[in-house]
């Protein structure tokens, strides 16, 4: 064993090369410390993969710290163990899901073995299906759990795992701690009942799918609009992954007849290589430029793109110039609450009880917009699960018309309990749909949510810091952030500083500060911090929960009189995000 390795790193890795693990696993740590490769043994083994905002997720390979046959095996035994505790003397059954990624379909059916062997019934899909499929799935057949594999939109050497409750939400406190805590109880990989018992393990497929498309056709707002513009142009790309087992059929149900599949990016399984794209991410540019370069070529009205696992959506669609121009998160979710809440109001719907949410890092013209209907807006934490968590908090008190965040995800009605891009895929046809009947392109419906409420712009700035001391380095930011606020962004001066990891808010005009209220409507002690500024900036700074990134939001906002003055406002208020990145020494 080589001396540089941490005592730490060394006891785990020992264990790995004693231990009742598979020969080939040790032959790769054995060639590593042959090597003298420390940086990878210590990446690999510096800590277990923990669940944070989107579960277990992490590199393919050997370690502790690495999505393994064991890392899913333990995270199993410990969610089994914890599964017969939390409903004794009942029926347990989870409900598996996975994605076209490298070993999604193996590690499924070890999950689903690990279940079946503990006394849980397992309803396993025949086939990779999409991730909002599968918390619907779990509310539909009455399963205490389920999981996904995935890693969303991680690049192709990384995997995943989601663990979801019995509502069909991901997992949140107390649960995810719990959890945890029997995941970290189990000692020795002999503890994980890696043998399956066949006769609790059930497919599913054909039979859920029709039921979940059912349910988002009856979401459909505008029918008479979907029946005067079926043939709206609209091209489609899954990237390699689930989405395609679903969204061309679901759109073909709602009635459109000029729907283009980019054919080289349909095929999901691909080994898991996602071999036309760099980064399988329908938030980069590059990965949705085949289905732009096909809308262009076809004059189409709207491009819609999934990420592997299907519940993010990037869409792009004809702007002022007529030019086919991509979306980002905030926008889009702007225009689908809009037509949300302009459709409630259209029928009569809105009765003061209503309400949507959002995270804390999305755009605040949703809140602006939710006031003027006189509809509660909701801000949670980053992750999906929060939102999940207020819309339990409020059934049967308040209800939920839809939410979103950012990173492109979005929720419409609550039969699902995560973000969901099929739904969404269907509702933003929808509206494209809806605004070409009254002559409008969705771009044009931009513009006029902007002329109405102002001209809000999101800029994110992401740093990429890997391994330990990359997470070192995430830190070590964090902490000097908080101990030197910055006084002033873009010459406005900061007036207001939101700690959620003490979960405190600090007013810097009279030196005043209060609590954040935590334990319910989606907050928790996190990692996070806010600043505010005189002009209505507002500042972000957040380590990502799934990548080894940390991340910078930053929103400014100003006036939109007329539309022939958005290009150059649009520039001022990009420009002045750029500045805030620069004076900050972050670009």
Known sequence: MTAKLEPSVM??????????????????????????????????????????????RGLIGIGSNRMNRYTVGTATQGLANYLNQAFPNEEIKVAIAYDSRIKSDEFA??????????????????????????????????????????????????????AYWDDGSQVVAPHDTNIIKEVNAITSIDDVKFDGDASKIFKIGADVDEKYMDHILSLSISKGALERQKGLKIVYTPLHGTGVTLVPALLAKMGFEAVTVIEEQAEPRGNGQFPTVIYPNPEETEAMSKAVEKARQIDADLVLGTDPDADRVGIAVKNHHGEIQLLNGNQTASVLIYYLLNAWKDAGKLTGTQFVCKTIVTTDLIDKMAAAYDVKCYNTLTGFKYIAQVIREKEGIEQFIGGGEESYGYLIGDAVRDKDAIASCAMIAELTAYAKDKGLSLFDMLMEIYKQFGFYYEGLISLTKKGKSGADDIQQMMADFRANPPKALAGSAVIRMDDYKALSTVDFINGTSHSIPSGEMGIEPSNVLQFFTEDGTKFTCRPSGTEPKIKFYVGVRAALEKNEDFDSVYASLKDKVTAIGVELGLI
């Open 11 to 56: 006891t785990k890795v020992s264990s790995w090369l004693t231990g009742d693990y598979d020969i080939d696993t040790k032959q790769s740590i054995q060639q590593l410390i042959d090597e003298g490769n420390d940086i990878e043994l210590t990446d690999a083994f510096y800590k277990d993969l923990e669940f944070g905002t989107g579960g277990l």
């Open 109 to 162: 059916k070890i999950i689903a073995d690990i279940f079946s062997s503990n006394g849980i019934t397992v309803y396993l899909f025949e086939a990779l299906r999409p991730t909002p499929e599968l918390s619907f799935a779990i509310r539909l057949l009455g399963c205490k759990s389920g999981v996904v594999v995935t890693a969303s939109h991680n690049p192709k050497e990384y995997n995943g795992y989601k």
